[in-house]
């Protein structure tokens, strides 16, 4: 089956600082791949929408200078964090598409910034 | 922009008992897809059940089946003989197909589910 492999799980980086997390599909090239942010017990917010090769498409109201997305393969796609702050403390998902395949997700990742 | 609604933010069922969740979606698409995820503790998203609007069959998987309704565009989620690991956040997706041809998936707010021994 198609496996989404996201890392780190979980991450406490200082304020000011700059978290990079990865997406990979282990088995699959990915057509599409999206980024969430998770508050506590919320629904799944989009944050981003990549496509391989191409610029990372922004939902409104999420920042492209802090949220920094990279889709270099259709294996990968990496969001960094830059100059984190404590309220950009939450849960990221990342998800990949493959197409008639539907989604598959990682794991998340818990970022805490102290 | 279509939307996703679950109005139930909390349920609890009898193990071996069977529980419904709801969910309704707004949209003028005629073919769509709509998907049912669950979230336990660990909160990675498993995909539990789909259906593809233009088959008018109700999808089934095992102990959970849909009842899609596209006229009234409500999509429910049973579950049969409840276990213990059905206990998790239930969420409901629309997939969305955007102006630029690409494509992004719709959640409702989500239900959690408590399944009592």
């Known amino acids: 089956g198609a496996v989404v492999s996201q890392h780190p799980s979980w991450v406490i980086c200082k304020s000011g600082t700059s978290v990079k997390i990865e997406c990979r599909s282990l088995d699959f090239q990915a057509t599409t791949m999206f980024w969430y942010r998770q508050f506590p017990k919320q629904s799944l917010m989009l944050m981003a929408t990549?496509?391989?090769?191409?610029?990372?498409?922004?939902e409104q109201g999420v920042e492209k200078d802090k949220f920094l997305i990279n889709h270099a393969s259709l294996t990968l796609s990496t969001l960094t964090v830059t100059s984190a702050h404590p309220e950009d403390s939450s849960f990221y998902i990342c998800?990949?598409?493959?197409?008639?395949?539907?989604?598959?997700f990682g794991s998340g990742t818990r970022l805490t910034v102290v | 922009a279509q939307t996703v609604t679950q109005s139930q933010p909390e349920m609890s069922v009898q193990e071996a008992e069977t529980v419904t969740l709801s969910c309704t979606y707004d949209t003028s698409e005629s073919d769509y897809y709509l998907f049912w995820y669950k979230q336990p503790p660990s909160r990675q998203m498993i995909l539990v059940i789909r259906q593809e609007a233009y088959k008018q069959q109700n999808a089934t998987e095992n102990r959970f089946s849909v009842n899609f309704q596209k006229a009234a565009k409500s999509f429910s989620l049973k579950i049969s003989d409840s276990q213990l690991g059905d206990a998790a956040m239930y969420f409901c997706?629309?997939?969305?197909?955007?102006?630029?041809?690409?494509?992004?998936?719709?959640f409702g707010k989500g239900m959690k589910l408590t399944v009592n021994p």
């Open positions: 998800s990949a598409s493959r197409r008639n395949y539907g989604y598959t």
């Open positions: 997706a629309y997939r969305e197909l955007t102006q630029g041809g690409s494509e992004k998936l719709v």
């Open positions: 990549s496509n391989e090769g191409s610029k990372a498409t922004y």
